[in-house]
């Protein structure tokens, strides 16, 4: 049922156009996705959502875009190069490779391969350390190469330019940085859709407090991230759930991590990560860089490296989530309605106006006269290139909370028929009122 719930996901998001396979024509990738239009518009509310919470709201937290090319010392300091890594096991049966942590141990040395269900002998089957990083090369030519690297991670450009934006924005403790952008791992373990792909984008933020502060704010922001999936992204609170990792799961330089688990259709999996970093980082990047990235404290005159609280999102784990929470089917008259039970505001489009005889002049032009009039103010969408049935489960399909229809009566009442997404309760209003109707109801 579950596994039926991915299947169905997955080609809801290709048929309307929210997700298609990543360069389709050429056979594609694997774990590499492209988002179609409407997968466009629910990305970018997403992002606009969390950008606008944390720093449109906040005075305490500015904007940063960095760069995803970073050079080696980059990631010699962060840890990446050394232990971003993945141990792999080849099957000598089927010829598959997977990773060790995800397959199941049978006896000392002893695996069950996945696909072939043979035993696959670690002693002979040598297990090898795979770096998750993509490589590449920056020099002009081939023979004299400088090799870079594609961040995995947002957070290392935020720590590089720690000290520009202290200097710039005069910030004072505690205050954060935040930054959307792409990050790319060469992922082993793929599949299961947008949950785990190459590349990918992310929404971090990095919390700079006094270490005295640090356990504080880690606990605010455990608490206001997982309203945030709640509140601003509608998911269902028992769809949600907090996992605090355990002492001998923490990464060495953590002092503590919890993650956000949404029920996915293959069951609880991280949806963001919370961690106190201590100054691991800062104090990593000022001696592989040898600049200074401590903060002067006005008040007691002191310098020291702060305590960082790193809420850690995926835009497309989020994404996923929404679309999986808000995926429904009813019966509906002996057939079945697939609806979008988006948070109104995020749906692509919030209003669909349609006229219902499009073979009659005065109709259509009322109707595309109101779509233009909501156009300057609500996301708006017009339709006229089915029978009024199949241009309604259009829209539910996508989640535009209300169809607007005018009809003959139109002509002369001068209202049309507003039609609720989730109830398709219908209500007759003035068409003058019609914007403000719908912009009462999504708040
Ligand atoms: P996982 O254990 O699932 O691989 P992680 O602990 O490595 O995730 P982090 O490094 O904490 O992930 O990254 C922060 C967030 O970035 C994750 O919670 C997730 O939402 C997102 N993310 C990480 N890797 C991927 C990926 N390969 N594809 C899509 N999103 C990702």
Known sequence: MAEDKLTKIV????????????????GGLSSIWDYGPLGTILKKKIKDVWWQTYVEEKEDIVGLDSSIIMPQGVFKASGHLSSFVDWLLDCPSCKKR????????????LYKCPECKKKIDSSKSK??????????????????????????????GIFVNFTNVLNTTHKKLPFGIAQ???????????????????????MEIEYFT???????????????????????MGIKKQNLRLREHSKEELAHYAKSCTDIEFNFPFGWNELEGIANRGDFDLSEHSKVSKKDLSYFDDDSKKKFIPFVIEPSAGVDRTFFAVICDAYHEEQVKGKTR?????????????????????????????????????????????DDTAAIGKLYRRQDEIGTPFCVTVDVDSLSDKKVTIRHRDTMQQDRIAIDKALDFVDNKIG
């Open 180 to 202: 959307i952008g792409k990050a790319f791992r060469n992922e082993v373990t793929t599949g299961n859709f947008i949950f785990r792909m190459k590349e990918f984008e992310q």
């Open 127 to 156: 297990p090898r350390q795979f770096n998750l990083m993509f490589k590449t090369n920056t020099s002009a030519t081939e023979d004299n190469p400088y090799y870079a690297y594609l961040r995995p991670e947002t957070a290392q």
């Open 338 to 382: 697939v609806v979008l039970k988006l948070k109104p505001d995020l749906a692509p489009y919030i209003v669909a106006v349609f006229p219902l005889l499009k073979n009659k002049p005065e109709l259509v032009s009322l109707a595309k006269n109101l779509f233009y009039d909501i156009k300057n103010k609500l996301p708006v969408l017009y």
């Open 210 to 232: 006094h270490p005295k502060e640090a356990p504080e704010s880690y606990k605010w922001w455990v608490n206001d991230r997982f309203q945030f999936y709640i509140e601003k």
């Open 98 to 109: 997977f990773r060790i942590d995800k397959i199941e141990k049978i006896g000392k040395d």
């Open 11 to 26: 080609s809801f998001c290709r048929r309307r156009g929210f997700i298609f396979g990543g360069s389709e024509i050429y």
